[in-house]
Structure formats: C-alpha cells, structure tokens
C-alpha cells in the first residue's frame, strides 16, 4: 500500500507542475492577446482571435520540438529520449507561484518534459480561446 500511495503522490506532483505552467502560459497568453486586441482597436473579438492563432501555433511550435531528429533520439521502445529539462522563464514563473512554490518539485526523471508542457500549453490556450466565446460571449 505504501508503493501505491508513493507513485499516486508520483503523479499528483507531476501533472500539478503541469498544470501550473498550463495555466501560466495561458494566463500570460490572454492577456498579450487583449493588450494586443484593444491596442489595435479590435477590442476583445481581436483578442479572442489572436488567442486562438497563438494556440495553434503554440501547439505547432511544440509539435516540431517533440519530434525526433534522428534515431538517437529514440530508446529501444521507440520512445524519445529525454533530453536537456532546461528551465525556461515561464515556467520558473510558474513555479514561483502558490501552490506549486510550496510543493516539493518532482523528480527529474518524472517531469513531463518541456516540449510536452508546451503542447499540453498550447491545448490550454485554445480551451482558453473556447471558453472566452462560448461562455463569456465574446464572439
């Protein structure tokens, strides 16, 4: 029972650092598209359709940095090879913010790797964009 408790406290840790960046960088990517929107006189329908390119090119982005670039990238499992978990300034934000500042941080080898937190981001801009038209009625 102790083996089960540790790897569910494993993956609680995980997908909260996840989580956190997800919504740091979706928080982060709202408000640059609204700045962007009412600064150019679109208001928040511009801003709204900013969002939503930057989504797709978020996840385009990541899309390309997930992919392997020879077979060395690849283990025997065909899976890819974790590489450098450099530290970009987002997510030293997001982990700088409640609750994840207090929160020990997972291990290195449990970390979903900062590829797949930017897609999972991107995905998160887009749900973003789709909340903001079909629940707050900017459309």
Known sequence: MDSLQRRLRRHALVWLDVLAYVLTVAA???VVAFVVGIATGGGFLRGKALLFVMGWGVIAYATIRLWPTSPEDLDDTGR????DVASSRLQRLARALPPVRWIEQPAVDDRVSPEGKLFLAGCGVLVTSFLLETQFGVA
């Open 80 to 83: 890819s090879v974790p590489g």
């Open 28 to 30: 982060v990517a709202t």
